[in-house]
């Protein structure tokens, strides 16, 4: 995985560190320990590992080949196949930066965790960073939705766009929560 810079979540799934799409070969990763950043970095990893497990369940990798890229036209399936994946727990923990958001704009100069309810959010559909906001971290001792809100914003890495005359943010968490399991 490339390092962006030290405000990287690094995905740690029970001490390996992985690339390319392969396995586990051994070797974690590590992350400054200041309580609120560590509390935030837990819940992210337990809901990478939480939604690597509900990406198993072909009902939850159903939700890939059900949406399109509009850019493209292609099903996110074939968009994750096209960047050399083809199991999407593996995209989701290998191909997807992970990124403290709290202080982050986004492209119109907003501030996304500023905003209510707003756990994470990626600034364009189709870029492959997803911005964690603080409040992410009240999900630690929840993987099961943390690994919801994970599996929503991997969708929009691959291309999903949401608002407008697309689906609410809203709309895509109850997709994934009723294909993968809330």
């Known amino acids: 995985m490339t390092i962006l810079d030290t405000t990287c979540f690094y995905f740690d799934g029970g001490g390996g560190s992985t690339s390319g799409g392969g396995t586990s070969s051994g070797g974690g990763s590590s992350y400054p320990t200041n309580s609120t950043t560590g509390t935030k970095t ?38 994750m196949q096209q960047r050399g994946y083809s199991d999407p727990g593996a ?33 364009q559909p189709g870029l492959t960073t997803v911005w964690v906001c603080d409040r992410f971290k009240d999900l630690a001792g929840t993987a099961g939705l943390a690994a919801d809100y994970l599996i929503h914003e991997m969708l929009h890495t691959l291309g999903l766009p949401e608002g407008g005359n ?13 294909a993968c399991g809330a």
């Open 166 to 178: 697309n689906l609410t943010s809203d709309q895509i968490t109850n997709m994934v929560q009723a």
């Open 91 to 123: 995209y989701i923990t290998q191909a997807v930066y992970y990124k403290d958001g709290q202080s982050h704009a986004d492209m119109n100069g907003g501030y996304p965790c500023s905003t209510g309810g707003v756990y994470a959010w990626v600034a």
């Open 42 to 79: 837990q819940a992210v990893n337990n809901g990478l590992q939480s939604a690597r497990t509900k990406l198993q369940n072909q009902q939850c990798r159903d939700l890939l080949t059900q949406f399109t890229n509009p850019a493209t036209g292609t099903t996110l399936f074939n968009v």
